[in-house]
């Protein structure tokens, strides 16, 4: 008889409070073993049919069946393949889409796993872009252009089509040591060690199963490349080992394979995880090692969060798309539990990270990051909970990572960093307010008809205010990385600031100076004397007054900034947004 | 707040560490055909969601 995987309480708490438990991560990986062999299954029920594809399935789920019976390690090594999970959910994708699947690459997965073994086997393999990929370790490039060619093991030697012929030790992924087998591609090997902790990962460059990140996948990087992101890892691993144990021993124990991306620019840092593919991360190229040590504690919150997630139904619904302090689009509510999760690993890791620094700017990046996550990370669970979408699990599971956060949250910060952190997060908020809360043509125009009649502002006042992707265009994005420069590279700030040269309007000058009542008095300037509508302005405005202390008008631009624009949009760009925000109070 | 002697939590995954593969397709386990149903039914409704981040400097 089948039961379901058990998980105890206490790696549940543990998994939400972000501890140190290592049985809960093992749990999580044990739970991703059965969960691919019931992939498995169920690709194995369509593996049906004559043609090459189905025929190479079973021949490989025959042969995986033998070593699975004969060497439980190499089987468990095959399922734990984040490869694996990648093409299976591809697989299923065809199924619900009645296309194609790819049924023969299994066939590479297992002979993977049987030379790997040294298992003697006999296989016919697919051959896509004149390789035979072995998940895992590498391709063996074929000569000619067959579609399927013979793969074989005597145990001793590894034979393939007519022209490869090599002990199966040799066929392992490149570790940069040297010892190149000929037609033999190792998937380059990234080992990072510190303080006797090893981690070895895949730097995965080929595999089209795991191509399957918002970016590309960076392919046929330069030998200098890959040594390039060895030193890399190796550094940033070494700030994970000495400061943040907690987070290296689990990462060590569960990422095999890292990505690269190809960013659109060079100063874009983009990192994901994908579910389809448990034990894998894709980032692009990390500007430095702390970074670095970041990314990997932040994209490992989202892997055990996915495995979980696979165990434990934690969101019922969807609902409506809200706001994420640390997205520019409204997200789902499953998104939204990613981000807060992953950004209770980014607390804790900033929390200490910044009594590590010694470097003024470096302490000051160190400190804003951890001012700024905190109460994001409180605000995105509070707005969680309000949607209902949480199963009482999720529920359940929210509460205690929110209340670890609150924990970090209640460690003091500096002043100048706190400033920094609220004015950042203000900007993406109003940004955010701007660019997706829509308004009811009909209230705003009841609103208008009032104000223009003198009359008050209805106290009774609940505007309908639905969230809807880029209703307004916004172009601050300059402002807002100067805002960030401030403390995410302050020296090139210091630089452009010194030279005269930020890329600023005159208002935002002002602003970013301190000159603060110059910088409201030319935000509002800018939307009264403009024909067109200002959003930049108003996002400005909001900021601006954000500086000066406590008070009605900020208390409407934190709450109204859409409805007061699209009524000002409205009225004739003559009103003072100052009057307006005073109406709302 | 759950505590320890809480019982331990029910997964959706079936546990299959010691079925042997080629017995799978015997089995015909309501467990894990209910399983995989709830597995393809939640990638139809989902995709394969992606957590990405996106940071600038």
């Not at chain 1, 972000?18 to 062999?37: E, F, M, N, T, V």
């Not at chain 1, 145990?155 to 992924?173: K, Q």
Request: aromatic letters at 8%.
């Amino acid at each position: 008889m089948i039961t379901t995987h058990m998980l105890p309480v206490t790696a549940f708490t543990a998994l939400a409070e972000c501890a140190d438990d290592p049985d809960a991560i093992r749990s999580i990986g044990d739970a991703q073993l059965s969960k691919h062999l019931m992939l498995l299954h169920a690709i194995a029920e369509a593996a049906v049919g004559d043609d090459d594809g189905p025929a190479a399935f079973r021949a490989a789920y025959e042969l995986f069946a033998r070593i699975r019976a004969t060497d439980p390690g190499a089987a468990d090594w095959l399922l734990g393949l984040p490869h694996l999970g990648g093409w299976a959910h591809d697989c299923l994708i065809h199924f619900e889409r009645g296309s194609a699947a790819d049924f023969g690459h299994f066939a590479c997965v297992v002979a993977a796993a049987a030379v790997r073994a040294g298992f003697p086997f006999e296989l016919n393999v697919p051959v896509q872009d004149a390789r035979v990929r072995l998940p895992g370790l590498g391709y063996l490039t074929v000569n000619g252009s067959p579609s399927w060619i013979k793969l074989s093991c005597d145990g001793t030697r590894v034979t393939g089509g007519d022209h490869f012929e090599a002990d199966w030790r040799r066929i392992v992924p490149d570790d940069g040591s040297g010892g190149a087998v000929p037609f033999w591609s190792g998937t380059p090997m990234v080992r990072a060690v510190a303080e006797g902790l090893t981690w070895n990962t895949l730097l995965e460059t080929d595999d089209p199963y795991l191509d399957r990140y918002s970016l590309p996948m960076s392919r046929n990087i330069s030998v200098n490349e890959i040594q390039r992101w060895r030193d890399r890892f190796q550094e940033g691993w070494e700030v994970l080992v000495r400061h943040h144990r907690w987070a290296a021993g689990p990462i060590a124990d569960g990422i095999s394979v890292v990505v690269p991306l190809t960013p659109y620019s060079d100063t874009d840092l983009v990192s994901a995880t994908t579910p389809a593919a448990f034990g894998a991360i894709a980032t692009s190229w990390p500007p430095d090692l702390v970074t670095l040590a970041e990314t990997l504690v932040h994209e490992f919150q989202h892997v055990k969060l996915c495995g979980l997630m696979d165990m434990v139904t934690l969101v019922e619904s969807d609902g409506e798309r809200i706001y994420a302090p640390w997205r520019q689009d409204p997200r789902p509510a499953a998104g939204l539990l990613q981000g807060a999760y992953a950004h209770l690993g980014i607390v804790r890791f900033w929390a200490a990270q910044r009594y590590v620094e010694t470097e003024p700017d470096e302490v000051l990046r160190a400190q804003v990051h951890f001012a700024r996550w905190g109460p994001a990370l409180n605000l995105a669970v509070q707005t969680l909970l309000k949607t209902e979408c949480l199963t009482p699990a999720g529920v359940r599971f929210a509460k205690l990572l929110q209340a670890r956060g609150r924990e970090f949250a209640s460690e003091s910060v500096t002043a100048e960093a706190r400033a920094t952190a609220e004015e950042v997060a203000l900007d993406h908020w109003l940004t955010w307010q701007i660019r997706h809360v829509a308004t009811d043509l009909a209230t705003v125009a009841r609103l208008v008809a009032a104000y223009r009649n003198g009359e008050p502002c209805p106290r009774s006042l609940q505007p309908a205010t639905p969230i809807a992707e880029d209703v307004r265009k916004v172009s601050s994005a300059m402002r807002s990385r100067v805002l960030s420069m401030r403390y995410l590279a302050p020296a090139r700030y210091r630089e452009l600031c010194a030279d005269g040269v930020l890329p600023l309007g005159h208002a935002d000058r002002l602003l970013l100076a301190g000159n603060t009542d110059a910088a409201v008095q030319a935000y509002r300037d800018l939307i009264a004397g403009s024909a067109q509508p200002e959003p930049d302005a108003w996002i400005g405005l909001g900021l601006a007054l954000h500086r000066r202390p406590a008070s009605q008008h900020r208390a409407a631009f934190a709450t109204r900034m859409a409805l007061m624009y699209d009524m000002h949009a409205r009225l004739g760009q003559q009103i003072d947004p100052l009057d307006l925000a005073g109406w709302f109070a | 707040m759950m505590t320890s002697q809480e019982k331990d939590i029910s997964t959706a995954i079936p546990d299959l560490r010691d079925i042997p593969a080629d017995q799978l397709a015997t089995l015909s386990s309501s467990v894990l055909a209910n399983s995989i149903a709830l597995y393809r039914e939640r990638l139809k409704d989902n995709g394969i969601p992606l957590s990405s981040f996106q940071a600038r400097i």
